[in-house]
C-alpha cells in the first residue's frame, strides 16, 4: 500500500490554507512597522512569534536530520532576546529563512526514502513522522497567533 495519501496530507498541513491560511499569507505582507509591537493583552510580539518559530521549527528538523545536532537550551535559547527587528531586513531574512526550512520539511515529509513510521536512529523514540506533526502543529499553533496580532495591527491603523 502507497502511502502518498498520507504524505500529502502532511505537505497540506504544513503549508496551510485548509483549516487556517496558508503559511506563505500570513508572513508575506505582514506590516513589519508593527513587528515589535505589543499589543494588549496579548503577551509575544509578532518578531517573538516568527523568531519562536523559526528557532523551533530549525530544531526539530536538524535534530531530525542531523545527529550531532545539539537542541539549544529551553526556553531561552528559543525565544529572541529583543522584542522587535532590528530592521525590516531582519523581518524578511527570518521569514526567507523560515520558509526555506519549511520546504525542507516538506521535502522531508515528500521523500518516499523518509521511513515515516521508523525511529530516527540518534533520538530516543521520535519517529519521523511525529516530528514533521510537530512542525506542522507547533507553526499551526503559533501562526495563528501571529494572524491574530496581524489583524489587530492591521485594525489599529488610522
Do not use: C
Not at 51 to 59: S, Y
Not at 116 to 133: A, D, K
Not at 137 to 151: E, K, T, Y
Amino acid at each position: 500500500m502507497s502511502d502518498r495519501i498520507l504524505r500529502d496530507q502532511l505537505i497540506a498541513q504544513l503549508e496551510g490554507g485548509q483549516a487556517y491560511l496558508p503559511v506563505v499569507d500570513i508572513l508575506i505582507g505582514f506590516p513589519v512597522e508593527g513587528a515589535g509591537v505589543r499589543v494588549d493583552r496579548i503577551r509575544h510580539t509578532a518578531w517573538e512569534l516568527l523568531e519562536h518559530l523559526r528557532i523551533a521549527q530549525w530544531d526539530i528538523l536538524f535534530f531530525t536530520l542531523d545527529p550531532k545536532h545539539v537542541t539549544p537550551p529551553w526556553p531561552d535559547e528559543h525565544w529572541p532576546k529583543t522584542s522587535a527587528p532590528e530592521s525590516d531586513t531582519a523581518w524578511q531574512t527570518s521569514v526567507s529563512v523560515f520558509l526555506s526550512e519549511l520546504d525542507q520539511v516538506k521535502s522531508l515529509a515528500r521523500d518516499p526514502k523518509t521511513p515515516l513510521f521508523e525511529r530516527i536512529p540518534h533520538g530516543s523514540g521520535q519517529t519521523y513522522l511525529r516530528e514533521i506533526l510537530l512542525v506542522a502543529d507547533h507553526n499551526a499553533h503559533h501562526l495563528g497567533q501571529l494572524l491574530m496580532l496581524r489583524r489587530a495591527l492591521e485594525g489599529n491603523r488610522t
